[in-house]
């Protein structure tokens, strides 16, 4: 007799192409999932190809084709999939010529501009936005007034603020006004909070490259796939770098 084989419900889903495992552990904990006619709020369940599971009422298939796109987010588009304010969605530029359910990877806040991922893959979401994957985000800043070199140098080694701590791999003035910063931990409007914190307005913010991949050649509102060999860094980077974080808390 064959024997199916379980995977956790919010893997299911993600894989589904839903969103990355973490926010599907979100929607299940909201109560919007059921297996075999039962709600699931709590994690843990593991689910075979024959259980029927679904989300919002609307059966989850396994998607078929794994689509990944690097798109240029125009300023002034959301990163979300609804909004009350009828703002414009980041995925509406992708939308009408990709007929698939897709979800972005991170995000560029509504005035920021620049390069973000979109995909149905949840399991290359959640490796990328692990803390421990170290991708680096390149951004240019421009401020509303001059930025003192001092304040790159403290980013550089670490700014406390509200007791979170702030740290650029690299950051380095181009201009009177513009700096180019480097990231890789991802944390909430980091830039803004550290240019906020030493009174310093930002004009505009803009995302130039996510790891191997530049914004360079794709226009603003355009998007293209990435390439296998972008898809293959980006994995094994992450990977690498979780695998890493978890043998050293062991050792």
């Known amino acids: 007799m064959e024997i199916l084989k379980s995977i956790r419900l919010q893997l299911k889903l993600a894989r589904a192409g839903i969103s990355s495992r973490r926010q599907c552990e979100r929607i299940i904990t909201e109560g919007r999932v059921s297996v075999n006619g039962k709600i699931v709020r709590k994690l843990g369940l593991k689910v075979t190809p024959d259980d029927i599971v679904r989300l919002d009422g609307q059966l989850v298939r396994n998607s078929e084709k794994k689509i990944y796109i690097a798109l240029h987010k125009p300023s002034g588009y959301l990163c979300s999939d609804f909004d009350p304010e009828n703002r414009p969605l980041a995925r509406d530029l992708i939308d009408i010529a ?142 690498e770098r979780v695998k890493y974080r978890k043998f050293k808390r062991r050792n």
């Open 98 to 239: 990709v007929k698939k359910r897709i979800f972005h990877v991170g995000r560029l806040d509504y005035m920021s501009s620049g390069l973000i991922f979109f995909t149905n893959d949840g399991e290359f979401a959640s490796t990328l936005m692990h803390p421990s994957g170290r991708v680096e985000k390149e951004y240019i800043v421009i401020a509303k007034s001059d930025i003192p070199a001092e304040l790159m140098e403290r980013f550089g080694r670490g700014i406390t603020i509200d007791r979170v701590r702030y740290n650029a791999v690299r950051a380095k003035k181009i201009g009177s006004r513009a700096a180019r910063i480097t990231l890789v931990e991802g944390k909430n409007r980091e830039l803004r909070r550290v240019f906020s914190h030493s009174s310093l307005g930002i004009r505009s913010l803009h995302r130039i490259r996510i790891g191997p991949v530049r914004v360079n050649g794709i226009a603003s509102g355009h998007f293209r796939h990435l390439k296998v060999n972008e898809i293959r860094i980006l994995m094994k980077h992450s990977q």
